[in-house]
Protein backbone atom coordinates (compact mmCIF):
# COMPACT_ATOMS: atom_id res chain seq x y z
CA UNK A 1 0.00 0.00 0.00
CA UNK A 2 2.64 2.23 1.16
CA UNK A 3 4.68 1.78 -2.01
CA UNK A 4 1.58 2.59 -4.30
CA UNK A 5 0.53 5.64 -2.64
CA UNK A 6 4.27 6.85 -2.79
CA UNK A 7 4.39 5.71 -7.01
CA UNK A 8 0.60 7.82 -7.53
CA UNK A 9 1.96 10.97 -5.50
CA UNK A 10 5.40 10.70 -7.40
CA UNK A 11 3.75 10.64 -10.89
CA UNK A 12 1.33 13.16 -9.73
CA UNK A 13 4.04 15.58 -8.58
CA UNK A 14 6.15 14.77 -11.99
CA UNK A 15 3.45 15.58 -14.35
CA UNK A 16 2.58 19.32 -12.71
CA UNK A 17 3.67 21.88 -14.57
CA UNK A 18 5.44 24.26 -12.10
CA UNK A 19 6.38 28.23 -12.74
CA UNK A 20 8.84 30.03 -11.50
CA UNK A 21 8.85 34.09 -11.09
CA UNK A 22 11.88 36.18 -10.36
CA UNK A 23 11.69 39.48 -8.69
CA UNK A 24 14.62 41.48 -9.05
CA UNK A 25 15.01 45.35 -7.55
CA UNK A 26 16.83 48.22 -9.81
CA UNK A 27 17.83 51.49 -9.47
CA UNK A 28 17.71 51.85 -5.59
CA UNK A 29 16.59 49.23 -2.71
CA UNK A 30 13.44 50.10 -0.29
CA UNK A 31 11.15 50.72 -2.91
CA UNK A 32 8.68 47.56 -2.13
CA UNK A 33 10.16 44.39 -3.72
CA UNK A 34 9.02 42.28 -0.72
CA UNK A 35 5.58 44.23 -0.64
CA UNK A 36 5.62 43.65 -4.81
CA UNK A 37 6.12 39.84 -4.10
CA UNK A 38 3.67 39.45 -1.72
CA UNK A 39 1.42 40.91 -3.87
CA UNK A 40 2.37 38.91 -7.04
CA UNK A 41 2.03 35.83 -5.14
CA UNK A 42 -1.67 37.05 -3.91
CA UNK A 43 -2.95 37.73 -7.32
CA UNK A 44 -2.10 34.52 -8.55
CA UNK A 45 -3.29 33.08 -5.53
CA UNK A 46 -6.30 34.95 -5.98
CA UNK A 47 -6.65 33.20 -9.52
CA UNK A 48 -7.12 30.26 -8.06
CA UNK A 49 -3.13 28.97 -8.52
CA UNK A 50 -1.14 27.24 -5.25
CA UNK A 51 1.50 29.84 -4.87
CA UNK A 52 4.84 29.47 -2.58
CA UNK A 53 7.52 32.51 -2.08
CA UNK A 54 10.98 32.43 -1.28
CA UNK A 55 13.51 35.17 -0.04
CA UNK A 56 17.26 35.54 -1.01
CA UNK A 57 19.56 37.64 0.53
CA UNK A 58 23.17 38.45 -0.37
CA UNK A 59 24.72 38.63 2.43
CA UNK A 60 27.08 36.01 4.18
CA UNK A 61 25.41 35.80 7.45
CA UNK A 62 23.48 32.29 7.40
CA UNK A 63 20.46 33.52 8.56
CA UNK A 64 19.28 36.45 9.94
CA UNK A 65 19.48 35.43 13.51
CA UNK A 66 22.58 37.38 14.03
CA UNK A 67 22.01 40.59 12.73
CA UNK A 68 21.36 43.45 15.32
CA UNK A 69 17.86 44.54 14.00
CA UNK A 70 19.07 48.31 13.63
CA UNK A 71 21.08 46.66 10.31
CA UNK A 72 18.65 44.96 9.01
CA UNK A 73 14.95 45.30 10.45
CA UNK A 74 12.65 42.89 12.03
CA UNK A 75 13.67 38.95 12.61
CA UNK A 76 10.73 36.91 11.07
CA UNK A 77 10.73 33.39 13.10
CA UNK A 78 9.52 30.65 10.43
CA UNK A 79 7.27 27.74 11.77
CA UNK A 80 10.33 25.67 11.58
CA UNK A 81 12.36 28.13 13.57
CA UNK A 82 14.67 29.48 10.89
CA UNK A 83 15.07 33.12 11.57
CA UNK A 84 14.80 35.00 8.80
CA UNK A 85 13.85 38.48 6.91
CA UNK A 86 11.27 40.28 7.66
CA UNK A 87 9.93 39.83 3.71
CA UNK A 88 9.02 36.53 5.13
CA UNK A 89 6.42 37.75 7.22
CA UNK A 90 4.77 39.61 4.22
CA UNK A 91 4.51 36.41 2.53
CA UNK A 92 3.11 34.65 5.61
CA UNK A 93 0.66 38.05 6.00
CA UNK A 94 -0.48 38.21 2.04
CA UNK A 95 -1.05 34.37 1.43
CA UNK A 96 -2.10 33.17 4.80
CA UNK A 97 0.22 30.19 4.50
CA UNK A 98 3.37 29.13 6.89
CA UNK A 99 6.03 29.22 4.73
CA UNK A 100 8.88 26.38 5.70
CA UNK A 101 12.34 26.94 6.50
CA UNK A 102 13.58 25.92 2.50
CA UNK A 103 12.28 28.82 1.73
CA UNK A 104 14.84 31.52 2.53
CA UNK A 105 18.48 31.29 1.70
CA UNK A 106 21.51 33.60 2.02
CA UNK A 107 24.66 33.35 0.55
CA UNK A 108 26.13 32.46 3.67
CA UNK A 109 23.85 29.05 3.55
CA UNK A 110 24.29 28.21 0.12
CA UNK A 111 27.84 28.64 0.43
CA UNK A 112 27.89 26.46 3.96
CA UNK A 113 25.96 23.47 2.04
CA UNK A 114 27.91 23.77 -0.97
CA UNK A 115 31.00 23.27 1.35
CA UNK A 116 29.53 20.70 2.91
CA UNK A 117 28.78 18.45 -0.06
CA UNK A 118 32.12 18.58 -1.11
CA UNK A 119 32.96 17.18 2.72
CA UNK A 120 30.64 14.35 1.99
CA UNK A 121 32.12 13.95 -1.38
CA UNK A 122 28.99 14.41 -2.90
CA UNK A 123 30.56 15.71 -5.86
CA UNK A 124 32.02 12.23 -6.95
CA UNK A 125 35.78 13.91 -7.18
CA UNK A 126 34.59 17.05 -9.58
CA UNK A 127 36.68 20.13 -9.39
CA UNK A 128 33.94 22.04 -7.27
CA UNK A 129 33.23 25.93 -9.15
CA UNK A 130 31.65 29.19 -7.91
CA UNK A 131 29.75 29.03 -10.88
CA UNK A 132 27.49 26.64 -11.85
CA UNK A 133 28.12 24.54 -8.35
CA UNK A 134 26.21 27.72 -6.17
CA UNK A 135 23.88 28.85 -8.71
CA UNK A 136 23.04 25.06 -9.19
CA UNK A 137 22.41 24.85 -5.30
CA UNK A 138 20.17 27.65 -5.77
CA UNK A 139 18.21 26.09 -8.09
CA UNK A 140 18.14 22.48 -6.27
CA UNK A 141 16.36 25.11 -3.25
CA UNK A 142 13.80 26.84 -5.50
CA UNK A 143 12.66 23.58 -6.86
CA UNK A 144 12.62 21.58 -4.03
CA UNK A 145 10.53 24.55 -2.51
CA UNK A 146 7.79 24.36 -5.35
CA UNK A 147 7.87 20.52 -4.68
CA UNK A 148 7.39 20.77 -0.56
CA UNK A 149 4.78 23.57 -1.52
CA UNK A 150 3.34 21.45 -4.65
CA UNK A 151 3.27 24.79 -5.76
CA UNK A 152 1.95 25.74 -9.24
CA UNK A 153 3.75 29.02 -9.20
CA UNK A 154 6.63 29.90 -7.14
CA UNK A 155 7.37 33.57 -6.14
CA UNK A 156 11.31 34.35 -5.45
CA UNK A 157 12.75 37.63 -4.43
CA UNK A 158 16.54 38.50 -4.75
CA UNK A 159 17.68 40.46 -2.09
CA UNK A 160 19.53 44.09 -2.87
CA UNK A 161 19.59 45.44 -6.19
CA UNK A 162 20.67 44.75 -9.54
CA UNK A 163 24.19 45.32 -10.48
CA UNK A 164 25.21 44.84 -6.84
CA UNK A 165 28.52 41.99 -6.27
CA UNK A 166 26.48 40.40 -3.85
CA UNK A 167 23.82 38.96 -6.14
CA UNK A 168 25.32 38.20 -9.16
CA UNK A 169 25.68 34.24 -8.65
CA UNK A 170 21.73 34.97 -7.86
CA UNK A 171 21.20 36.16 -11.10
CA UNK A 172 23.49 33.85 -12.81
CA UNK A 173 20.69 30.85 -11.66
CA UNK A 174 17.74 32.92 -12.56
CA UNK A 175 19.95 32.92 -16.35
CA UNK A 176 20.48 29.05 -16.30
CA UNK A 177 16.63 28.58 -14.78
CA UNK A 178 15.11 30.41 -17.83
CA UNK A 179 17.36 29.14 -20.42
CA UNK A 180 16.36 25.73 -19.20
CA UNK A 181 12.80 26.64 -18.64
CA UNK A 182 11.54 28.76 -21.70
CA UNK A 183 7.90 29.13 -20.90
CA UNK A 184 8.27 28.54 -16.79
CA UNK A 185 10.10 31.49 -15.97
CA UNK A 186 9.11 35.00 -15.87
CA UNK A 187 11.50 37.98 -14.23
CA UNK A 188 9.69 40.92 -12.69
CA UNK A 189 12.31 44.31 -11.91
CA UNK A 190 10.98 46.26 -9.76
CA UNK A 191 11.97 49.77 -10.43
CA UNK A 192 12.16 53.19 -9.13
CA UNK A 193 11.01 56.49 -11.04
CA UNK A 194 11.73 59.60 -9.69
CA UNK A 195 9.83 62.72 -10.14
CA UNK A 196 12.82 65.21 -8.87
CA UNK A 197 11.22 68.61 -6.97
CA UNK A 198 12.88 70.98 -9.00
CA UNK A 199 11.93 69.21 -12.75
CA UNK A 200 8.41 68.31 -11.50
CA UNK A 201 8.53 65.27 -14.19
CA UNK A 202 9.47 61.52 -13.59
CA UNK A 203 12.51 60.12 -15.35
CA UNK A 204 12.97 56.87 -16.52
CA UNK A 205 16.56 57.05 -17.20
CA UNK A 206 17.46 54.81 -14.02
CA UNK A 207 15.15 52.27 -14.61
CA UNK A 208 16.91 52.02 -18.46
CA UNK A 209 20.03 51.90 -17.23
CA UNK A 210 18.72 49.16 -14.70
CA UNK A 211 17.56 47.35 -17.39
CA UNK A 212 20.67 47.36 -19.34
CA UNK A 213 22.83 45.80 -15.99
CA UNK A 214 20.55 43.10 -15.75
CA UNK A 215 20.93 42.41 -19.68
CA UNK A 216 24.59 42.01 -18.78
CA UNK A 217 23.93 39.34 -16.36
CA UNK A 218 22.12 38.02 -19.46
CA UNK A 219 18.80 38.14 -17.95
CA UNK A 220 16.13 40.26 -19.65
CA UNK A 221 12.78 41.17 -17.61
CA UNK A 222 9.36 39.95 -18.60
CA UNK A 223 7.89 42.54 -16.66
CA UNK A 224 8.61 46.13 -15.09
CA UNK A 225 7.04 47.29 -11.73
CA UNK A 226 7.31 51.11 -12.09
CA UNK A 227 7.37 52.13 -8.24
CA UNK A 228 7.01 55.94 -8.22
CA UNK A 229 5.71 58.51 -5.96
CA UNK A 230 2.18 58.78 -8.21
CA UNK A 231 1.33 56.55 -11.30
CA UNK A 232 3.43 56.19 -14.32
CA UNK A 233 1.81 57.61 -17.57
CA UNK A 234 1.43 55.89 -21.41
CA UNK A 235 3.89 57.76 -22.51
CA UNK A 236 6.60 57.18 -20.16
CA UNK A 237 5.44 53.23 -20.16
CA UNK A 238 5.96 53.30 -23.91
CA UNK A 239 9.38 54.77 -23.06
CA UNK A 240 10.19 52.22 -20.56
CA UNK A 241 8.64 49.69 -23.41
CA UNK A 242 10.96 50.90 -25.81
CA UNK A 243 14.18 51.13 -24.09
CA UNK A 244 14.12 47.92 -21.89
CA UNK A 245 12.66 45.71 -24.42
CA UNK A 246 9.53 44.57 -22.34
CA UNK A 247 5.82 45.41 -24.20
CA UNK A 248 4.01 48.79 -23.04
CA UNK A 249 1.34 46.64 -21.45
CA UNK A 250 4.42 45.16 -19.19
CA UNK A 251 5.12 48.09 -18.13
CA UNK A 252 2.69 48.00 -14.25
CA UNK A 253 2.20 51.00 -12.50
CA UNK A 254 3.11 51.21 -8.69
CA UNK A 255 2.24 54.44 -7.11
CA UNK A 256 2.85 54.75 -3.55
CA UNK A 257 0.17 53.86 -1.69
CA UNK A 258 -1.26 54.76 1.75
CA UNK A 259 -1.42 51.19 2.51
CA UNK A 260 0.34 47.82 1.52
CA UNK A 261 -2.61 45.76 1.33
CA UNK A 262 -3.82 48.41 -1.45
CA UNK A 263 -1.09 46.91 -4.11
CA UNK A 264 -2.62 43.67 -4.99
CA UNK A 265 -5.70 45.36 -6.04
CA UNK A 266 -3.71 48.46 -7.66
CA UNK A 267 -1.47 45.49 -9.93
CA UNK A 268 -4.95 44.29 -11.14
CA UNK A 269 -5.90 47.62 -12.41
CA UNK A 270 -3.21 47.16 -14.94
CA UNK A 271 -3.86 43.30 -15.12
CA UNK A 272 -1.14 42.31 -13.61
CA UNK A 273 -1.99 38.61 -12.88
CA UNK A 274 -3.62 38.03 -16.64
CA UNK A 275 -0.63 38.97 -17.96
CA UNK A 276 1.55 36.94 -15.96
CA UNK A 277 -0.70 33.52 -16.51
CA UNK A 278 -0.38 34.85 -20.34
CA UNK A 279 3.43 34.71 -20.26
CA UNK A 280 3.73 31.83 -18.24
CA UNK A 281 0.87 29.60 -20.06
CA UNK A 282 -1.23 29.38 -17.18
CA UNK A 283 -4.91 28.87 -16.46
CA UNK A 284 -6.26 31.60 -15.58
CA UNK A 285 -10.02 31.37 -13.75
CA UNK A 286 -11.67 34.51 -12.49
CA UNK A 287 -9.77 36.30 -9.79
CA UNK A 288 -11.46 36.44 -6.59
CA UNK A 289 -10.09 38.74 -4.28
CA UNK A 290 -13.15 39.92 -2.10
CA UNK A 291 -12.31 39.20 1.31
CA UNK A 292 -9.05 40.52 0.52
CA UNK A 293 -11.05 43.73 -0.49
CA UNK A 294 -13.14 43.21 2.16
CA UNK A 295 -10.46 43.55 4.53
CA UNK A 296 -8.83 46.78 2.49
CA UNK A 297 -12.54 48.24 2.92
CA UNK A 298 -12.77 47.63 7.03
CA UNK A 299 -9.24 49.26 7.41
CA UNK A 300 -10.13 52.26 6.11
CA UNK A 301 -13.50 52.49 7.44
CA UNK A 302 -12.98 52.50 10.89
CA UNK A 303 -13.58 55.46 13.30
CA UNK A 304 -13.00 55.54 16.99
CA UNK A 305 -8.85 55.24 18.02
CA UNK A 306 -7.06 53.41 20.34
CA UNK A 307 -3.99 54.56 21.43
CA UNK A 308 -1.32 52.19 21.90
CA UNK A 309 2.06 52.79 22.85
CA UNK A 310 4.82 50.15 21.60
CA UNK A 311 7.80 50.83 24.12
CA UNK A 312 10.92 49.76 22.49
CA UNK A 313 14.74 50.09 22.20
CA UNK A 314 15.34 49.47 18.37
CA UNK A 315 13.82 52.45 17.02
CA UNK A 316 16.77 54.74 16.06
CA UNK A 317 19.05 54.97 13.18
CA UNK A 318 20.58 57.95 13.11
CA UNK A 319 18.50 60.50 12.84
CA UNK A 320 15.53 58.54 10.95
CA UNK A 321 13.49 56.15 13.03
CA UNK A 322 12.62 52.84 12.12
CA UNK A 323 9.37 51.42 12.58
CA UNK A 324 10.59 47.86 10.61
CA UNK A 325 11.89 46.43 13.35
CA UNK A 326 8.88 46.35 14.95
CA UNK A 327 7.04 45.46 11.76
CA UNK A 328 4.67 42.34 12.72
CA UNK A 329 3.66 43.80 15.97
CA UNK A 330 2.64 46.80 14.18
CA UNK A 331 0.56 44.65 11.71
CA UNK A 332 -0.86 42.73 14.44
CA UNK A 333 -1.92 45.86 16.30
CA UNK A 334 -3.73 47.06 13.10
CA UNK A 335 -5.34 43.86 11.78
CA UNK A 336 -7.02 43.53 16.05
CA UNK A 337 -8.05 46.83 15.85
CA UNK A 338 -9.66 46.70 12.41
CA UNK A 339 -11.72 43.71 13.27
CA UNK A 340 -13.07 45.41 16.09
CA UNK A 341 -13.90 48.52 14.09
CA UNK A 342 -11.11 50.67 15.74
CA UNK A 343 -8.38 52.93 13.70
CA UNK A 344 -5.50 52.33 16.03
CA UNK A 345 -2.94 54.78 16.73
CA UNK A 346 0.67 53.45 17.23
CA UNK A 347 3.56 55.57 18.99
CA UNK A 348 6.63 54.24 19.38
CA UNK A 349 8.43 55.24 22.84
CA UNK A 350 12.07 54.90 23.31
CA UNK A 351 12.35 52.58 26.84
CA UNK A 352 15.65 54.66 27.86
CA UNK A 353 13.34 57.68 28.49
CA UNK A 354 11.57 56.09 31.22
CA UNK A 355 14.78 55.34 32.93
CA UNK A 356 13.88 58.83 34.51
CA UNK A 357 10.31 57.81 36.36
CA UNK A 358 9.47 61.65 36.02
CA UNK A 359 8.86 61.01 32.18
CA UNK A 360 6.68 57.91 32.68
CA UNK A 361 3.32 60.94 32.90
CA UNK A 362 3.65 60.40 29.22
CA UNK A 363 2.06 56.97 29.24
CA UNK A 364 -1.38 58.68 30.91
CA UNK A 365 -2.86 59.26 28.00
CA UNK A 366 -2.31 55.25 25.85
CA UNK A 367 -5.37 52.75 26.30
CA UNK A 368 -2.43 50.27 25.93
CA UNK A 369 1.27 49.42 25.95
CA UNK A 370 3.28 47.12 24.80
CA UNK A 371 6.41 45.90 25.36
CA UNK A 372 7.83 43.69 22.48
CA UNK A 373 11.03 41.07 22.39
CA UNK A 374 14.79 42.30 22.93
CA UNK A 375 17.77 41.32 23.74
CA UNK A 376 20.67 43.34 25.75
CA UNK A 377 20.84 45.64 29.03
CA UNK A 378 20.41 49.29 27.09
CA UNK A 379 16.96 50.61 28.19
CA UNK A 380 15.99 47.78 30.65
CA UNK A 381 15.72 49.82 33.91
CA UNK A 382 13.24 52.03 31.76
CA UNK A 383 10.76 49.29 30.70
CA UNK A 384 10.54 47.92 34.46
CA UNK A 385 9.49 51.57 35.31
CA UNK A 386 6.80 51.27 32.76
CA UNK A 387 5.79 48.00 33.66
CA UNK A 388 5.32 49.21 37.31
CA UNK A 389 3.57 51.89 36.17
CA UNK A 390 0.85 50.55 33.63
CA UNK A 391 0.55 47.82 36.36
CA UNK A 392 -0.14 50.19 39.42
CA UNK A 393 -2.25 52.31 37.04
CA UNK A 394 -4.59 49.77 35.79
CA UNK A 395 -2.99 50.52 31.73
CA UNK A 396 -3.47 47.44 29.91
CA UNK A 397 -0.46 45.68 29.10
CA UNK A 398 0.29 43.13 26.69
CA UNK A 399 4.59 41.87 27.15
CA UNK A 400 6.27 39.92 24.55
CA UNK A 401 9.17 37.78 25.31
CA UNK A 402 11.51 40.11 26.93
CA UNK A 403 8.22 42.27 27.89
CA UNK A 404 6.92 38.73 29.65
CA UNK A 405 10.12 38.16 31.32
CA UNK A 406 10.66 41.40 32.31
CA UNK A 407 7.71 41.61 33.55
CA UNK A 408 7.94 38.86 35.96
CA UNK A 409 11.22 40.37 37.14
CA UNK A 410 8.99 43.76 38.00
CA UNK A 411 6.49 41.57 39.91
CA UNK A 412 9.28 40.14 41.99
CA UNK A 413 10.71 43.50 42.44
CA UNK A 414 8.01 45.79 43.59
CA UNK A 415 4.86 42.74 44.67
CA UNK A 416 6.88 39.87 46.10
CA UNK A 417 9.33 42.63 47.17
CA UNK A 418 12.33 40.62 47.24
CA UNK A 419 15.64 42.46 47.26
CA UNK A 420 18.58 42.18 44.20
CA UNK A 421 16.09 40.31 41.46
CA UNK A 422 17.17 40.14 38.12
CA UNK A 423 17.18 38.04 34.82
CA UNK A 424 20.53 36.20 34.35
CA UNK A 425 20.91 37.88 30.99
CA UNK A 426 21.68 41.11 32.51
CA UNK A 427 22.92 39.99 36.38
CA UNK A 428 23.69 36.24 36.70
CA UNK A 429 24.83 36.96 40.00
CA UNK A 430 22.05 38.37 41.35
CA UNK A 431 20.46 37.23 44.67
CA UNK A 432 17.19 35.99 42.74
CA UNK A 433 17.80 35.06 39.35
CA UNK A 434 13.86 34.78 38.52
CA UNK A 435 14.51 34.54 34.76
CA UNK A 436 17.58 32.14 34.08
CA UNK A 437 19.37 30.14 31.52
CA UNK A 438 18.65 26.46 30.79
CA UNK A 439 21.20 23.96 31.31
CA UNK A 440 20.94 23.23 27.76
CA UNK A 441 21.53 26.82 26.84
CA UNK A 442 24.43 27.50 29.13
CA UNK A 443 26.37 24.86 27.17
CA UNK A 444 26.00 26.29 23.85
CA UNK A 445 26.85 30.11 25.48
CA UNK A 446 29.89 28.58 26.54
CA UNK A 447 31.38 27.38 23.89
CA UNK A 448 29.83 30.41 22.00
CA UNK A 449 27.60 28.76 19.68
CA UNK A 450 25.53 31.36 19.21
CA UNK A 451 23.49 31.02 15.77
CA UNK A 452 20.61 29.88 15.80
CA UNK A 453 20.66 27.97 19.10
CA UNK A 454 18.34 29.80 20.81
CA UNK A 455 14.93 27.97 21.71
CA UNK A 456 13.92 28.61 18.10
CA UNK A 457 10.44 27.96 15.93
CA UNK A 458 6.64 26.47 16.78
CA UNK A 459 5.67 24.58 19.88
CA UNK A 460 2.90 23.68 21.71
CA UNK A 461 1.73 24.72 24.78
CA UNK A 462 -1.21 24.10 27.36
CA UNK A 463 -3.31 26.62 29.28
CA UNK A 464 -5.61 26.55 32.72
CA UNK A 465 -8.93 26.91 32.13
CA UNK A 466 -10.83 29.91 32.40
CA UNK A 467 -7.98 32.07 32.15
CA UNK A 468 -7.70 35.61 30.36
CA UNK A 469 -5.28 33.71 27.44
CA UNK A 470 -7.67 30.22 27.49
CA UNK A 471 -10.48 32.67 26.92
CA UNK A 472 -9.16 34.67 24.75
CA UNK A 473 -8.19 31.23 22.27
CA UNK A 474 -11.13 29.93 22.72
CA UNK A 475 -8.92 26.74 23.48
CA UNK A 476 -7.10 25.02 26.06
CA UNK A 477 -3.87 23.67 23.98
CA UNK A 478 -1.84 26.50 21.36
CA UNK A 479 0.94 26.60 18.90
CA UNK A 480 3.70 29.52 19.23
CA UNK A 481 6.41 30.51 17.41
CA UNK A 482 9.50 31.50 19.97
CA UNK A 483 13.06 33.07 19.71
CA UNK A 484 14.64 33.19 23.23
CA UNK A 485 17.05 31.42 25.32
CA UNK A 486 15.83 32.57 29.04
CA UNK A 487 13.24 31.14 31.21
CA UNK A 488 10.97 31.79 34.08
CA UNK A 489 13.11 30.25 36.93
CA UNK A 490 11.65 26.74 37.79
CA UNK A 491 13.04 27.91 41.19
CA UNK A 492 10.22 30.90 41.51
CA UNK A 493 7.03 29.41 39.87
CA UNK A 494 5.31 28.52 43.10
CA UNK A 495 6.83 31.72 45.14
CA UNK A 496 5.20 34.51 42.26
CA UNK A 497 2.35 32.26 41.89
CA UNK A 498 1.35 32.48 45.00
CA UNK A 499 1.97 36.28 44.86
CA UNK A 500 -0.68 36.91 43.01
CA UNK A 501 0.96 36.81 39.03
CA UNK A 502 -0.91 32.94 37.62
CA UNK A 503 1.42 31.46 35.29
CA UNK A 504 -1.82 30.82 32.41
CA UNK A 505 0.07 28.52 29.95
CA UNK A 506 3.27 26.45 29.89
CA UNK A 507 4.73 24.00 28.01
CA UNK A 508 2.62 20.26 27.96
CA UNK A 509 5.78 18.67 30.33
CA UNK A 510 4.81 21.86 32.55
CA UNK A 511 8.30 23.01 32.48
CA UNK A 512 8.59 25.82 30.80
CA UNK A 513 6.37 28.77 31.51
CA UNK A 514 4.48 30.38 28.51
CA UNK A 515 2.01 32.78 30.13
CA UNK A 516 2.00 35.22 32.64
CA UNK A 517 -1.43 37.14 34.08
CA UNK A 518 -2.76 38.83 36.40
CA UNK A 519 -6.58 38.16 36.95
CA UNK A 520 -8.69 40.39 36.16
CA UNK A 521 -9.85 41.35 39.89
CA UNK A 522 -6.22 42.66 40.10
CA UNK A 523 -5.90 44.57 36.70
CA UNK A 524 -8.06 44.99 33.55
CA UNK A 525 -5.63 43.56 31.34
CA UNK A 526 -1.92 42.29 32.44
CA UNK A 527 -0.46 39.82 29.99
CA UNK A 528 2.92 38.39 28.94
CA UNK A 529 3.28 36.06 26.67
CA UNK A 530 7.09 33.79 26.23
CA UNK A 531 6.32 33.84 22.50
CA UNK A 532 6.21 35.36 19.64
CA UNK A 533 2.05 35.34 19.01
CA UNK A 534 2.88 38.40 16.38
CA UNK A 535 4.31 35.92 13.89
CA UNK A 536 0.72 34.21 13.69
CA UNK A 537 -1.40 37.49 12.78
CA UNK A 538 -2.27 38.07 9.37
CA UNK A 539 -5.01 40.40 7.54
CA UNK A 540 -7.85 38.22 7.14
CA UNK A 541 -7.09 36.16 10.78
CA UNK A 542 -5.91 38.60 13.60
CA UNK A 543 -4.71 36.88 16.58
CA UNK A 544 -6.58 36.13 19.46
CA UNK A 545 -4.39 37.16 22.26
CA UNK A 546 -3.66 41.05 20.15
CA UNK A 547 -7.22 40.77 19.65
CA UNK A 548 -7.82 40.99 23.56
CA UNK A 549 -5.36 43.64 24.09
CA UNK A 550 -6.65 46.20 22.03
CA UNK A 551 -10.46 45.64 22.95
CA UNK A 552 -9.09 45.73 26.90
CA UNK A 553 -7.54 49.09 25.75
CA UNK A 554 -10.59 50.26 24.17
CA UNK A 555 -12.67 49.36 27.14
CA UNK A 556 -10.31 51.14 29.18
CA UNK A 557 -9.94 54.41 27.38
N1 LIG B 1 16.43 38.23 25.56
C1 LIG B 1 15.43 37.33 25.99
C2 LIG B 1 15.85 35.88 25.82
O1 LIG B 1 16.77 35.58 25.11
C3 LIG B 1 14.13 37.58 25.25
C4 LIG B 1 14.22 37.30 23.80
C5 LIG B 1 13.14 38.01 23.02
O2 LIG B 1 12.51 38.92 23.52
N2 LIG B 1 12.94 37.60 21.81
O3 LIG B 1 15.27 35.00 26.40
Redesign the pocket.
Same mark, same amino acid.
Given at each position: MATKGTTKSASKTRSKKRSYIFVVGGVMSGVGKGVASSSIAKILQARGLTVTALKIDPYINVDAGTMNPTEHGEVFVLQGGLETDQDMGNYERFIGVDIPDINYMTTGSVYQTVIQKERNLEYKGKNVQVVPDVPLEVIRRIKHAAEVADADVTITEIGGTIGEYENILFLEAVRMMKGEMPGSVAVVMVSYLPVPGSLGEMKTKPTQHASRTLNSAGVFADFILARAPIAVDKKRKEKIARFCNVQPDHVISAPDVKSIYDVPLNFERDKLSERICSVLNLPCKKSNLSTWKRFVDRSKDTHDTVQIAVVGKYFSSGDFVLSDVYISILEAIKYSAYKLGLKPEITYLSSQDFENKKNLQKLKKFDGVLI????GTTGIQGKLNVIQYVRENKIPYFG????M?LAVVEFAQNVLKLKQVSTA?IDPTAKHVVVDIMPEQKEKLAKKDMGGT?RLGEYPAVLAKGSIAAKAYGATTISERH? &???EVSPDYITEISSGGLIFSGTSPDGRLMEIAELPPSKHPFFLGVQF &?PEFHARPLDPHPLFTAFIKASYESK
Amino acid at each position: MATKGTTKSASKTRSKKRSYIFVVGGVMSGVGKGVASSSIAKILQARGLTVTALKIDPYINVDAGTMNPTEHGEVFVLQGGLETDQDMGNYERFIGVDIPDINYMTTGSVYQTVIQKERNLEYKGKNVQVVPDVPLEVIRRIKHAAEVADADVTITEIGGTIGEYENILFLEAVRMMKGEMPGSVAVVMVSYLPVPGSLGEMKTKPTQHASRTLNSAGVFADFILARAPIAVDKKRKEKIARFCNVQPDHVISAPDVKSIYDVPLNFERDKLSERICSVLNLPCKKSNLSTWKRFVDRSKDTHDTVQIAVVGKYFSSGDFVLSDVYISILEAIKYSAYKLGLKPEITYLSSQDFENKKNLQKLKKFDGVLIPGGFGTTGIQGKLNVIQYVRENKIPYFGICYGMQLAVVEFAQNVLKLKQVSTAEIDPTAKHVVVDIMPEQKEKLAKKDMGGTMRLGEYPAVLAKGSIAAKAYGATTISERHR &HRYEVSPDYITEISSGGLIFSGTSPDGRLMEIAELPPSKHPFFLGVQF &HPEFHARPLDPHPLFTAFIKASYESK
